[in-house]
């Protein structure tokens, strides 16, 4: 339920819902406002807590149930869209159309340090790089892991950018959050609820992709997964999903931006790479992106594509990427949105 405070409701007067909302078994999401306070009252729907009984409560102007099941990632709760904060001007929600970067998997210390000063050059200000690989194939690279990690630090250390990578199970999600600025949850562990509720138990900001078959309210289900263990800093990736298409990798939902952006205050940005399977689709899409109301995109690049050890045929060489930023730049100042 959501509980609206009256104006200038006092901090007993406030503490005291609080104190009942725990009373009755629900966890609480204020948001203070500079004259209301509205109350985030979440919980066990078969509790015995009632509205009727916080309406009596002194400072409680209205109590009403939330009827979304996405009861944090809707906009009932919270109207305002989110933006989230990185540190050093970098920042993701509305307002902003933030560009991340990088290799699809970190392959050696050379390879990520020349990729990352090149995605730096063009404008890029997330660093994107795969320590940890769910791939199809148990013989194919898994990645560097805890060394990629390191090298993915290195890379940030000389060149200032922020750092996203996937994190694959929940035992590593302490490693990866000691390393790196925003946790990936891949198609693949969209609905693994373990892991998301181990993620929503730190406060770095996750990067959630939708599944290849998940619709968008099982997305916004998963996100709820994150929020509800306290962790706030949730962004929403549509990455494409199955369909009987066979001519790209998977199919782009063009129309989960807008979707979304009608249904969460959550920042949402796309991943063309992963959605079209192919370098030469990854400038229509991220300009329809754009377009769409995206707040981003992450795109693969490499300075070797021939080389590398997964996602080459759909990773930008650096002059595409230089290229692709240039018109996201134009995109970008027509819409609005520092980039
Ligand atoms: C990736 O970002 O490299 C990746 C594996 O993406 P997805 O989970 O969207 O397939
Ligand atoms: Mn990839």
Not at 16 to 29: C, E, M, N, P, T
Not at 191 to 212: D, S
Not at 229 to 236: D, H, K, Q, R
């Amino acid at each position: 339920m959501i509980i609206v405070m009256k104006d200038g409701a006092t901090k007993e007067q406030i503490q005291h819902v609080l104190d009942r909302i725990h009373a009755v078994g629900y966890k609480s999401h204020p948001i203070y406002g500079t004259d209301k306070t509205v109350i985030g009252a979440i919980g066990d729907e078969r509790s015995r807590a009632n509205p009727e009984q916080f309406q009596t409560i002194d400072g409680v102007e209205d109590v009403m149930r939330i009827l979304k099941p996405f009861k944090l990632a809707g906009k009932e709760l919270r109207k305002a869209p989110s933006v989230i904060d990185l540190g050093d001007g970098v920042k993701i929600g509305e307002g902003y159309f933030t560009v991340m970067a990088g290799p699809c998997s970190v392959e050696s210390e050379k390879q990520l340090l020349e990729i990352a000063h090149e995605v730096k050059k063009c404008g890029a200000t997330v660093l994107r790089g795969g320590a940890f690989k769910p791939r199809t194939s148990p013989y194919a690279f898994q990645g560097l892991e805890e060394e990629g990690l390191k090298i993915l630090a290195k890379a940030r250390s000389e060149t200032g950018l922020k750092l996203v990578t996937e994190v694959i199970q929940p035992k590593d999600v302490e490693l990866c959050a000691n390393y790196v600025d925003i946790l990936q949850i891949g198609a693949r562990n969209t609905q693994n609820f373990a892991l998301l509720r181990e993620v929503g138990k730190t406060k770095k900001a996750v990067l959630l992709k939708r599944g290849m078959a998940t619709t968008i309210q099982e997305l916004l289900m998963s996100a709820e997964y994150i929020l509800s263990e306290g962790n706030p800093n949730v962004i929403l990736c549509e990455r494409g999903i199955r369909t009987f298409e066979t001519a790209t990798r998977n199919t782009m939902d063009i129309a989960a931006v807008p979707v979304l952006k009608k249904l969460t205050h959550l920042p949402v940005i796309t991943d063309p790479s992963h959605a079209g399977g192919s370098w030469d689709l990854v400038k229509p899409l991220s300009k329809a992106s754009l377009s769409a109301g995206a707040d981003g995109v992450i795109v693969e690049v490499h300075n070797k594509p021939e080389e590398a050890m997964s996602d080459g045929a759909q990773s930008l060489k650096p002059s595409k990427f230089a290229d692709l930023m240039q018109v996201l730049k134009k995109m970008a100042e027509i819409e609005g949105k520092k980039i």
